[in-house]
């Protein structure tokens, strides 16, 4: 079985920072493609950030200029560096990541379950 673990979540203040980090376990060959999606309050999820294996990004554009994403390839975790935090970037925060279990199977996607992010004053 694989999981997907994220951790970093909570409240923060406008303008205020959180890093994000998700982990994955399991049986695990490879990992290609790892990413953050969010789901705001009544609206559907949507593409933050994605990273290759190679570590080419790409990120939506509310996301440019204020988070980073980044992996660690040897722990199986990826990760979100959100810096300049408004009020519209609350919501679920979910972690994706394909994933080869064996050299004798296609990958598919796995999803955590999700931190929830709360930017208020």
């Known amino acids: 079985q694989v999981q997907l673990v994220e951790s970093g979540g909570g409240l923060v203040q406008p303008g205020g920072s959180l890093r994000l980090s998700c982990a994955a376990s399991?049986?695990?060959?490879?990992?290609?493609?790892m990413g953050w999606y969010r789901q705001g309050p009544g609206k559907e999820r949507e593409l933050v950030a994605t990273?290759?294996?190679?570590?080419?990004?790409n990120y939506a554009d509310s996301a440019k200029g204020r988070f980073t994403i980044s992996r660690d390839n040897a722990k199986n975790t990826v990760y979100l560096q959100m810096n300049s935090l408004k009020t519209e970037d609350t919501a679920v925060y979910y972690c994706?990541?394909?994933?080869?279990?064996?050299?004798?199977?296609?990958?598919?996607?796995?999803w955590g379950k999700g931190t929830l992010v709360t930017v208020s004053s």
């Open positions: 994706n990541a394909y994933i080869i279990i064996s050299s004798l199977f296609h990958g598919m996607d796995y």
């Open positions: 399991g049986r695990i060959f490879s990992i290609n493609a």
């Open positions: 990273i290759t294996i190679g570590g080419s990004t």
